[in-house]
Nanobody, 128 residues
Framework: QVQLVESGGGSVEAGESLRLSCTTS????????MGWFRQAPGREREAVAI??????????YVADSVKGRFAISQNNTVNTLYLQMNSLKPEDSGMYYC???????????????????WGQGTQVTVSS
């Protein structure tokens, strides 16, 4: 079991930045995969970035739509997962969720169904 609590969302203008935080009840490295997902109204939940927490040199999965603008990272000392979001666009608006799984798989999971633990979400709104 793990509790995940997101924070850091808000309303910004296009081109600005936000950093989302996900505070966990146990160190991120104890859960092989953690990630950030987002969901806009009327759309399916999609993976934004997924990190393999047990390897310091992991190259995270980052969705093509945010590649070069978003970065996922972890801090095991303060039990926190981050999503740095730069050059935000209106299409980045939505509810952002932190998720984790204890299950190790050879292939990095990106489907929401592969993550049994979720936070409550934090809203990001980007205006043009």
């Amino acid at each position: 079991q793990v509790q995940l609590v997101e924070s850091g969302g808000g309303s910004v203008e296009a081109g600005e930045s936000l950093r989302l935080s996900c505070t966990t009840s146990r160190p991120p490295y104890t859960m092989p995969y953690m990630g950030w997902f987002r969901q806009a109204p009327g759309r399916e939940r999609e993976a934004v970035a997924i990190i393999y927490t047990v390897r310091e040199d992991d190259i995270p999965y980052v969705a093509d739509s945010v590649k070069g603008r978003f970065a996922i990272s972890q801090n095991n000392t303060v039990n926190t997962l981050y999503l740095q979001m730069n050059s935000l666009k209106p299409e980045d608006s939505g509810m952002y969720y932190c998720a984790s799984t204890f299950r190790f798989t050879n292939n990095r999971p990106t489907e929401p169904a592969a993550f049994p633990y979720w936070g409550q979400g934090t809203q990001v709104t980007v205006s043009s």
